[in-house]
């Protein structure tokens, strides 16, 4: 019954790959979301989508594509990995609907390694 | 701009002893206003929220929060802290009227010792 889940936890890979994390969400919310945790702990919105389209876009490489088939997934692909994308990416889901600000449901995170 | 401070990077308490965590804000406007827990290798978890209403909020495991408006002040409190309590906290804010954007503060590391 995991509300908020996210593949795989953890992703060893080289420098200049391709890789992917997958998200899925069971609770129904419209909006989802790609975090950033770096080495301190410190958590930075990446991307937001709301019903599949997207609605918060940070400064963010363009090597980063996130893609929302529907609203219940959301993943991101990485393209040309980097030693500085090295870090935990975290998946998010709320009930926003334009009007509130709904409390943030997390995934467990994937440790992304970059060597 | 619109930042969150949490002043303590960590903190040590003792077993059943109370505990303080300081979170101070700076905002165009009263945001919504939470605080959420990381236990090691897990994700964040809701501790508690405040929208409006009575400014002493109550959470899940024992855990308060008082809105201080006058002191752009989220402080997050419990009276007898739990070994289980050891994690990371991070105070984070929302604006009101959607815009989907929470920011957090960059957290503090409890330790409990018994």
């Known amino acids: 019954d995991t509300a908020v889940s996210q593949t795989p936890k953890y992703l060893v890979t080289q420098m200049g790959n391709d890789k992917s994390i997958k998200c899925e969400q069971n609770?129904?919310?419209?909006?989802m979301y790609w975090y950033k945790q770096d080495s301190k702990k410190f958590l930075k919105i990446m991307f937001s989508?709301?019903?599949?389209?997207?609605?918060i876009n940070e400064t963010v490489p363009n090597r980063f594509s996130p893609k929302s088939p529907d609203k219940a997934h959301l993943n991101l692909h990485i393209n040309s990995l980097e030693l500085g994308d090295s870090a935990v990416y975290f998946c998010?889901?709320?009930?926003?609907?334009?009007?509130?600000?709904?409390?943030?449901?997390f995934g467990n995170g994937t440790r992304l390694t970059v060597t | 701009a619109q930042s969150v401070t949490q002043p303590d990077i960590h903190i040590t308490v003792s077993e059943g002893a109370s505990l303080e965590l300081r979170c101070n804000y700076s905002?165009?406007?009263?945001?919504?206003l939470f605080w959420y827990v990381q236990s090691p290798g897990q994700g964040l978890q809701l501790l508690l929220k405040y929208f409006s209403g009575d400014t002493l909020v109550q959470g899940i495991k024992g855990f308060e929060a008082e809105f201080k408006r006058s002191q752009s002040s989220f402080n997050l409190r419990k009276p007898s802290v739990h070994w289980s309590d050891a994690a990371e906290y991070f105070c984070?804010?929302?604006?009101?009227?959607?815009?989907?954007?929470?920011?957090f503060g960059a957290g503090t590391r409890l330790f409990v010792k018994a």
């Open positions: 984070a804010v929302s604006p009101r009227g959607g815009g989907f954007k929470t920011i």
């Open positions: 989508y709301n019903n599949k389209e997207l609605i």
């Open positions: 609770l129904g919310h419209d909006t």
């Open positions: 905002y165009g406007a009263t945001p919504y």
């Open positions: 998010a889901s709320s009930q926003g609907v334009g009007s509130d600000s709904s409390p943030l449901h």
